[in-house]
T-cell receptor, first 118, second 115 residues
């Protein structure tokens, strides 16, 4: 009954490789997010999608490309991995606030994917 | 863009004492302020949130206060227990578009409760 799930949990790869992380939520939410948590534990938004539409695209290298095949899934593909990409990547989801009278609601986080680039 | 400052970065308290973590934000349009707890190796989990039409909110041993004029909000944990040991993040919200909002997080406070 996991609300937000991610695969894989751990990812170890060589510099220059291409890898993907998958995220799925079964909460019926319309909005999904990707966050990066670096070694100092700083959490920073990367992307957000609402019902498959890209909403937030922070200053992230073009090597990162999110894809949302439907509103329950948001995947992250990373090309030409670099050492600095090593981090924990969290997926999250929230209810579209237009469905709750304009009130922002909790963002639920997935378990994270620890990416290590060697 | 929004900037959130969080203090202190580390906090050690004796079991049973209170802990206070403070945050300031820059965007006066922000109106939703959640606090997340992250245990080692786990996901961030919401512990309490407050909206701008409320000055204080309490949930058992946890309380949050908000001063919109001064643009700061605080987390108060009373009667701390060893299981409260974790990293705590404050966050401020801003409208992102469509039905999305963006959270800007503080840099976190590592709370250690000493038995």
């Amino acid at each position: 009954d996991t609300a937000v799930s991610q695969t894989p949990k751990y990812l170890v790869t060589q510099m220059g490789n291409d890898k993907s992380i998958k995220c799925e939520q079964n909460l019926g939410h319309d909005t999904m997010y990707w966050y990066k948590q670096d070694s100092k534990k700083f959490l920073k938004i990367m992307f957000s999608y609402n019902n498959k539409e890209l909403i937030i695209n922070e200053t992230v290298p073009n090597r990162f490309s999110p894809k949302s095949p439907d509103k329950a899934h948001l995947n992250l593909h990373i090309n030409s991995l670099e050492l600095g990409d090593s981090a924990v990547y969290f997926c999250a989801s929230s209810q579209d606030f237009r469905h709750s009278g304009g009130s922002y609601n909790e963002q639920f986080f997935g378990p994270g994917t620890r990416l290590t680039v060697l | 863009g929004e900037n959130v400052e969080q203090h202190p970065s580390t906090l050690s308290v004796q079991e049973g004492d209170s802990a206070v973590i403070k945050c300031t934000y820059s965007d006066s349009a922000s109106n939703y302020f959640p606090w997340y707890k992250q245990e080692l190796g786990k996901r961030p989990q919401l512990i309490i949130d407050i909206r701008s039409n409320v000055g204080e909110k309490k949930d058992q041993r946890i309380a949050v206060t908000l001063n919109k004029t001064a643009k700061h909000f605080s987390l108060h944990i009373t009667e701390t227990q060893p299981e409260d040991s974790a990293v705590y993040f404050c966050a401020s919200s801003s409208f992102a578009g469509a039905g999305s909002y963006q959270l800007t997080f503080g840099k976190g406070t590592k709370l250690s409760v000493i038995p």
